[in-house]
Every structure is written in C-alpha cells, then in structure tokens.
C-alpha cells in the first residue's frame, strides 16, 4: 500500500481525499481506499449502535428510576405515620385531646390506610367538643375505603350525641355485626335504645348478652337499671346481684344492689349487702344509711337504726330525709331527747314534716290531747296527708274514741290504698 493510500486509512480521515478520492472509490480506480472506507464505515456505525442502545437504555432506566424513588418516599411516609399515631394514642390516653387531634391529623396525612387513625382523630374531637371535625374524620376514613367496626362506632357516638338516634342505633348495630365480642358495642347500643325509648328491645338485647358475656358485670348492672326503668324491680335486683358476684364485690354495683333491695323492701339482705360498705368506707354516702336506717327499723331495731344516723346527721343538716329517720327512730327507741333535736332541725326546713314528727314525739309520752291538736291543725292545712290520718287514728282510739278513728282510717285507705297502719 503507497504511503498516500495509509495516510488516507487513518481513522477518522475521511476528508483527506476530497470529493474527487470518494468519486474515485466509487468508480473503481481505487481499491485500497476502497476497503479502508469500508473498515472506516463499519466503525463508525458500531459506534452509532453502541451509542443508540445506551440512549435507549438510559430512557428506559428514568420511569423506572421515578416509581423506585415514589414507592420509598411512600415507605417513608408510612413509618412516620406510625410513629405519629403511637405518639398521637399517647397523647389520646393521657387526656392530651387537642395535642392528640394535631398530631393524628398528620399522620392521616402520611398515611390513609390506618383506621386507628382515624377513629382517635374523631374521638379527640369529640372530646374537645368538636363534633364537625369529628365527623370530617370519619368521613375521611370511609373516603379512603375503611370500614371498620371501631369507625361504626364512632360514626354512632357522634350521631348519638347530634341526637339521630335511630341513625346511632343502625351504627351501633353495624359494629356489633363486625365485632360481635366486643361488650362495648352492647352497652352503648343498649343505653342508646334507652334513650329512644326504647326499653323493650334494650332488656331483650341485655337478656341475649348477660349469656354471652358471662362475666361482664357492666352488661349484668345495665339490665338491672333497665329492668328498673320497666318497673320490674324483682328481675332489677336478681342483675345486681349477679353484677356484684361478677365485679367481685366492686363497692359501687353492691351500693346500687343494696339500695335497690331496700327499696324493694328486702331488708335483711339490703342490711348483708350496705353494712360492709357503711362500716368499711370513708364515705359518708347519705342514701346508705339513710337505707340501712330504714330497713333497721322494719327490721324492729330502732336502736340500730339511731346508731346509722348518729354520726351522719351532725355534719348534714340539711338532709332532711335523714333528720326525720332520725327523730323517728329515736322516738320509737325512747330517746326524746336527741328526737326533739332532730324534729327542731326539721320544722324549721319542713312544717307538714315537722308537725308529723312532732305529733309522734307527744304521743310517745302519751300527750294524747297534744298530738292530736297538732295533727287537726296539720289536716286542715294538708287535707290529703295519709300519714297525719293513720297517726291520729292510734291517738284517738288511745282517747277511746273507736268510731273517730275508724273514720280517719277509712279516710287513709282513700288516700293511699294499700297501706297499712
């Protein structure tokens, strides 16, 4: 090869040879600049290949690139939403509510797809009186595709408390339907068929559940109160009992069993079930030895009953109920001493009271004229009072007046039939 033609075959040097080297090369008078344009030629388009396919490549690695770049910032923003819902539940537990409400709505943010979420969201509002926004995240829980029975619950407690209650009672319904074990459920739909007036289907779903959950004392006192509610007081007492078994004694259900047997006139087991808690508690609950003074006295230990109010009554003058047990069961013990005390502290709040209590306190002493003076001038003010009319009747037949005091019997009977003297 002449030196002309391996200067001509130098890569890259395709102009060396001008127009006229390239016509020759076509025409043929040329062969060995031929071949050298030919490796030259092949050359340069390996490298236009190599160069396409890496420009291909790289265009097919950028959407690619974006989505693995997407689905980290979303695995990012789930673990910070988890983070912020536990500090969120945190803040919810310790009563935090409106630091509880900022930080769950920023994890709603990070994170839809947590129903947890999104039920303290709308509980937090709830607590803080925002029942709007309480509603918004529920709303926005549903938007995103949850259904859970924890959102049906709170969907209920919200409609609940704008007083929809048949709305509330559709909700609460639901929840049980997705969470049939949990006791919550059935406590809240119960109380709300209460509050609708409702107490039918509320005792039936009671009776259903107190199976169900055997060892729920809270399902056991709520069929108790709607139990009373209906009247029943029999069946209200048999559920507190069985509450009070099943809470182990708890203090408040056994008080609420106590007062109810005492109401119901089961006075030995009202005494059994109160006295451990008058005598064990600090408490000086009125309704409990106001009770326990009562049944003492049905029972015929008016001393017992005077012993109950003894250490009450000094530092509650105002309880009058109390008082007057007081002056009574003194009077019955023969204590007319501490009984003219306790009747002073009730004339001066209660006159019709007083004058009663006061005709009792002469008639003990047999002061018969006295009492029934009292008790003619009570009756003319207060005509329709059955007791004034029973208590003159055993003052006038102490007078041998047999025919009066019939008439002021019979006149009791009308005005409260059924009770005796």
Same mark, same amino acid.
């Given at each position: 090869?002449?030196?002309?033609?391996?200067?001509?075959?130098?890569?890259?040097?395709?102009?060396?040879?001008?127009?006229?080297?390239?016509?020759?090369?076509?025409?043929?008078?040329?062969?060995?600049?031929?071949?050298?344009?030919?490796?030259?030629?092949?050359?340069?388009?390996?490298?236009?290949?190599?160069?396409?396919?890496?420009?291909?490549?790289?265009?097919?690695?950028?959407?690619?690139?974006?989505?693995?770049?997407?689905?980290?910032?979303?695995?990012?923003?789930?673990?910070?939403?988890?983070?912020?819902?536990?500090?969120?539940?945190?803040?919810?537990?310790?009563?935090?509510?409106?630091?509880?409400?900022?930080?769950?709505?920023? %994890?709603?943010?990070?994170?839809?797809?947590?129903?947890?979420?999104?039920?303290?969201?709308?509980?937090?509002?709830?607590?803080?009186?925002?029942?709007?926004?309480?509603?918004?995240?529920?709303?926005?829980?549903?938007?995103?595709?949850?259904?859970?029975?924890?959102?049906?619950?709170?969907?209920?407690?919200?409609?609940?408390?704008?007083?929809?209650?048949?709305?509330?009672?559709?909700?609460?319904?639901?929840?049980?339907?997705?969470?049939?074990?949990? !006791?919550? +459920?059935?406590?809240?739909?119960? &109380?709300?068929?209460?509050?609708?007036?409702?107490?039918?289907?509320?005792?039936?779903?009671?009776?259903?559940?107190?199976?169900?959950?055997?060892?729920?004392?809270?399902?056991?006192?709520?069929?108790?109160?709607?139990?009373?509610?209906?009247?029943?007081?029999?069946?209200?007492?048999? +559920?507190?009992?069985?509450?009070?078994?099943?809470?182990?004694?708890?203090?408040?259900?056994?008080?609420?069993?106590?007062?109810?047997?005492?109401?119901?006139?089961?006075?030995?087991?009202?005494?059994?079930?109160?006295?451990?808690?008058?005598?064990?508690? &600090?408490?000086?609950?009125?309704?409990?030895?106001?009770?326990?003074?009562?049944?003492?006295?049905?029972?015929?230990?008016?001393?017992?009953?005077?012993?109950?109010?003894?250490?009450? !009554?000094?530092?509650?003058?105002?309880?009058?109920?109390?008082?007057?047990?007081?002056?009574?069961?003194?009077?019955?013990?023969?204590?007319?001493?501490?009984?003219?005390?306790?009747?002073?502290?009730?004339?001066?709040?209660?006159?019709?009271?007083?004058?009663?209590?006061?005709?009792?306190?002469?008639?003990?002493?047999? &002061? +018969?004229?006295? %009492?029934?003076?009292?008790?003619?001038?009570?009756?003319?003010?207060?005509?329709?009072?059955?007791?004034? +009319?029973?208590?003159?009747?055993?003052?006038?037949?102490?007078?041998?007046?047999?025919?009066?005091?019939?008439?002021?019997?019979?006149?009791?009977?009308?005005?409260?039939?059924?009770?005796?003297?």
């Amino acid at each position: 090869m002449s030196r002309q033609a391996s200067l001509l075959c130098k890569p890259g040097d395709f102009s060396a040879a001008g127009p006229e080297g390239r016509n020759r090369t076509a025409q043929g008078k040329a062969p060995g600049l031929e071949r050298c344009d030919r490796r030259a030629l092949k050359g340069r388009a390996k490298g236009l290949v190599v160069l396409a396919l890496a420009t291909i490549a790289a265009g097919c690695q950028i959407p690619a690139h974006h989505e693995a770049r997407q689905q980290a910032e979303q695995r990012w923003s789930e673990v910070r939403a988890r983070v912020k819902l536990q500090l969120g539940r945190q803040q919810y537990e310790g009563g935090v509510f409106e630091e509880a409400a900022a930080t769950l709505a920023e %994890a709603a943010a990070l994170d839809s797809k947590q129903p947890e979420t999104f039920v303290l969201l709308a509980r937090a509002n709830l607590e803080l009186g925002h029942p709007a926004s309480a509603q918004k995240a529920v709303d926005a829980a549903r938007a995103a595709g949850l259904d859970t029975a924890d959102l049906h619950y709170t969907q209920a407690v919200i409609l609940e408390q704008r007083g929809d209650l048949d709305a509330a009672i559709a909700e609460y319904r639901q929840a049980r339907t997705l969470d049939a074990g949990q !006791v919550d +459920y059935v406590i809240a739909l119960a &109380e709300c068929l209460v509050s609708a007036h409702r107490e039918a289907e509320a005792a039936q779903l009671l009776e259903e559940s107190v199976h169900d959950f055997d060892e729920s004392a809270s399902i056991a006192a709520l069929a108790g109160h709607v139990a009373q509610l209906m009247g029943d007081a029999e069946r209200a007492a048999t +559920y507190f009992g069985q509450a009070v078994v099943d809470a182990a004694d708890d203090p408040v259900l056994a008080q609420q069993l106590g007062l109810l047997l005492a109401r119901i006139g089961r006075c030995e087991q009202a005494v059994a079930v109160l006295r451990p808690i008058a005598t064990s508690s &600090e408490s000086d609950c009125g309704a409990i030895r106001r009770a326990l003074a009562q049944c003492e006295m049905s029972l015929g230990d008016p001393i017992a009953a005077r012993t109950w109010l003894l250490g009450y !009554v000094p530092d509650h003058p105002r309880d009058i109920a109390a008082q007057s047990l007081l002056a009574q069961a003194c009077i019955e013990a023969d204590d007319l001493k501490t009984a003219d005390i306790a009747i002073q502290a009730v004339e001066r709040r209660d006159a019709s009271a007083g004058a009663l209590l006061r005709a009792a306190w002469h008639w003990q002493q047999a &002061e +018969y004229p006295a %009492a029934a003076g009292i008790l003619y001038d009570l009756l003319e003010r207060v005509p329709t009072n059955a007791d004034a +009319y029973h208590l003159l009747c055993a003052v006038l037949e102490r007078q041998n007046q047999p025919d009066a005091a019939q008439d002021c019997l019979d006149r009791a009977a009308q005005l409260a039939p059924g009770t005796r003297r």
